[in-house]
């Protein structure tokens, strides 16, 4: 019995669903996650990876703390390798009714310009 209050559940992990949409200069991905709220939110963009993660907050009595957790929180995790066309530096995502909405630009095509040559 001693184990079993010492145990921690395991955390439930979802899959947020994904849609993604790709504009002349930029690309939008919006992820559904329900019943996160702004604190439990964390985006990061590492090596031109996104990771977005969420905690689901569960409800407790006002002034209640908890003294054996068996019903975790669960949380939701996704990754996505970026395309090296996507500036990771202009990033921006915005939060409203469990719908995050990420714009990440494009990065502008290099055109072939003329390279003066000085002879001396």
Do not use: C, W
Not at 27 to 56: F, H, K, M, R, S
Not at 71 to 88: E, F, I, N
């Amino acid at each position: 019995m001693a184990n079993q209050v010492n145990s921690k559940p395991e955390k439930t992990l979802l899959t947020p669903a994904l849609d993604i949409y790709e504009q002349e200069s930029q690309v939008i991905i919006i992820a559904e996650l329900p019943g996160v709220n702004n604190d439990n939110l964390n985006i990061q963009v590492q090596d031109q990876t996104l990771t977005i993660e969420g905690v689901i907050a569960l409800a407790t009595a006002d002034g209640e703390q908890q003294g054996h957790e068996e019903v975790t929180s669960p949380y939701y995790t996704s990754t996505l390798q970026l395309s090296r066309d996507l500036d990771s530096e202009t990033i921006a995502a915005d939060f409203k009714d469990g719908l995050l909405t990420v714009k990440i630009a494009k990065k502008a095509l290099s055109t072939p310009h003329k390279v003066d040559v000085k002879f001396t």
